[in-house]
Nanobody
Framework: QVQLVESGGGTVQAGGSLSLSCVVS????????MAWFHQYPGKAREFVAA????????DYADSVKGRFTISRDDAENAAFLRMDDLKPEDMGAYYC?????????????????WGQGTQVTVSS
């Protein structure tokens, strides 16, 4: 059984930082792209960032470029999202996606597995 477990969410003031982790068990991530998605309360889930199978290529939503950094550690079978200069609009649930491809993708339909999400609250 494949499981993705996110952690690292919490409450932070605007301008602060958080680091999210996504640890995968049951499947090796080394040949797969990984991605993060965000769901603001009451809105649809949206793409945030993706990283390809070897970390050479990353992709970011315009809203987080320059503030968020995605990374991976295949030895830990994990992906990470460093979030700096957080804004109130960044609050919500963050989900990790295990992509069925080795290249980056922004599509939810390309994610084979999902984590349960971790909550981020940003106070202004």
């Amino acid at each position: 059984q494949v499981q993705l477990v996110e952690s690292g969410g919490g409450t932070v003031q605007a301008g602060g930082s958080l680091s999210l982790s996504c640890v995968v068990s049951g499947r090796d991530i080394s040949n797969q792209a990984m991605a993060w998605f965000h769901q603001y309360p009451g809105k649809a889930r949206e793409f945030v960032a993706a990283i390809n199978w070897n970390g050479d290529v990353t992709d970011y939503a315009d809203s987080v470029k320059g503030r968020f950094t995605i990374s991976r550690d295949d030895a830990e079978n994990a992906a990470f999202l460093r979030m700096d200069d957080l804004k109130p609009e960044d609050m919500g649930a963050y989900y990790c996606g295990f992509c069925q491809w080795s290249r980056v993708s922004r599509l939810e339909s390309d994610m084979r597995y999902w984590g349960q999400g971790t909550q981020v609250t940003v106070s202004s």
